[in-house]
């Protein structure tokens, strides 16, 4: 089944993605050359793809990863008295004053034959059987990250940062949060075992996520997300054709008990 993903218009006062264009699940995104995103060339930045986040006073506070190269981002621009500024040059800035931004770039170890996967929270057209996901993940494209949190011991977390470890402040995406997930639901990044058994290779921790009940209290973990085909199409515009296979995993979710609670586990494997 192709799985179109719309336009979403989203609010940039949350620093969620603004634009996506149409695609098809496993094919290649068709690209609109009018999008408001910008390559960060050669930066220092925080990837937070697969990060799972502490929630703290209505705040995701997410453990990022510190990668180098070309990453992109929402422009994120505002005006200053040198003129007019974008995601990459507050980037390049932090590089000398304690802190580096959240931007994007696709995972190595998502893609086929890797160590993790995308894993799909379904929405109206991919629930089956089953309920649409409710929608609670840390959004970081544009997130602060200060070095400070480096090696440092962090609340919600197990034992000290790494030093090629970062903690992120990033908004919280819910069920109110316009544009968080489309027909097709929302995305995150989770374990995934290429050489168990076919049909054995999904982790259901990761759809476990989908389900968090209570995502903003105090001391709730949350994953880091975005959109359906978010994703995908970053890392098009990025690196450009061809898109690599990447492993991918559709969760199925069920209303159980007497208050309608909503659980999630795997549902289907579709890595190409």
């Known amino acids: 089944m192709r799985r179109f993903l719309k336009i979403i ?10 634009a996506i264009a149409a695609f098809a699940f496993h094919l290649d995104p068709s690209l609109d050359p009018e999008t408001p995103f910008v390559i960060c060339e050669n930066q220092r930045y925080a990837l937070c793809a697969e990060a799972s986040c502490f929630v703290y006073d209505g705040v995701a506070y997410c453990k990022c990863d510190i990668k180098n190269g070309d990453s992109i981002s929402l ?70 990250c200060f070095k400070s949190t480096r090696g440092q011991r962090i609340p919600g977390f197990t034992g000290h940062l790494q030093v090629n470890q970062i903690i992120c402040s990033c908004p919280i995406s819910t069920d109110a949060t316009p544009g968080s997930s489309d027909s097709f639901g929302y995305q995150l990044f989770g374990p995934y075992n290429p050489g168990a058994p076919l049909g054995s290779r999904c982790d259901a921790s990761a759809c476990n996520a989908c389900s968090v009940p209570n995502p903003t209290a105090n001391g709730t973990t949350i994953p880091v997300g975005s ?43 579709r890595t190409p």
């Open 9 to 18: 218009p989203i609010l940039a006062a949350i620093q969620i993605f603004t």
């Open 75 to 144: 422009q994120l621009s505002y005006s200053s008295s040198t003129g007019e500024r974008n995601v990459c040059d507050v980037n390049r800035q932090g590089r000398t004053n304690g802190y580096m931004m959240s931007t994007f770039s696709l995972p190595n170890n998502v893609k086929k034959g890797g160590s993790a996967a995308a894993y799909t929270c379904p929405g109206s057209a991919d629930a089956g059987s089953g309920v649409i996901a409710p929608v609670a993940y840390g959004q970081c494209d544009g997130g602060f």
């Open 227 to 269: 959109p359906t085909g978010s994703g995908k199409f970053l890392a098009l515009k990025l690196d450009g054709p061809p898109l690599p296979d990447i492993n991918e995993c559709l969760c199925s979710c069920q209303a159980s008990g007497p208050n309608g609670a909503i659980s999630c586990t795997v549902g289907e494997d």
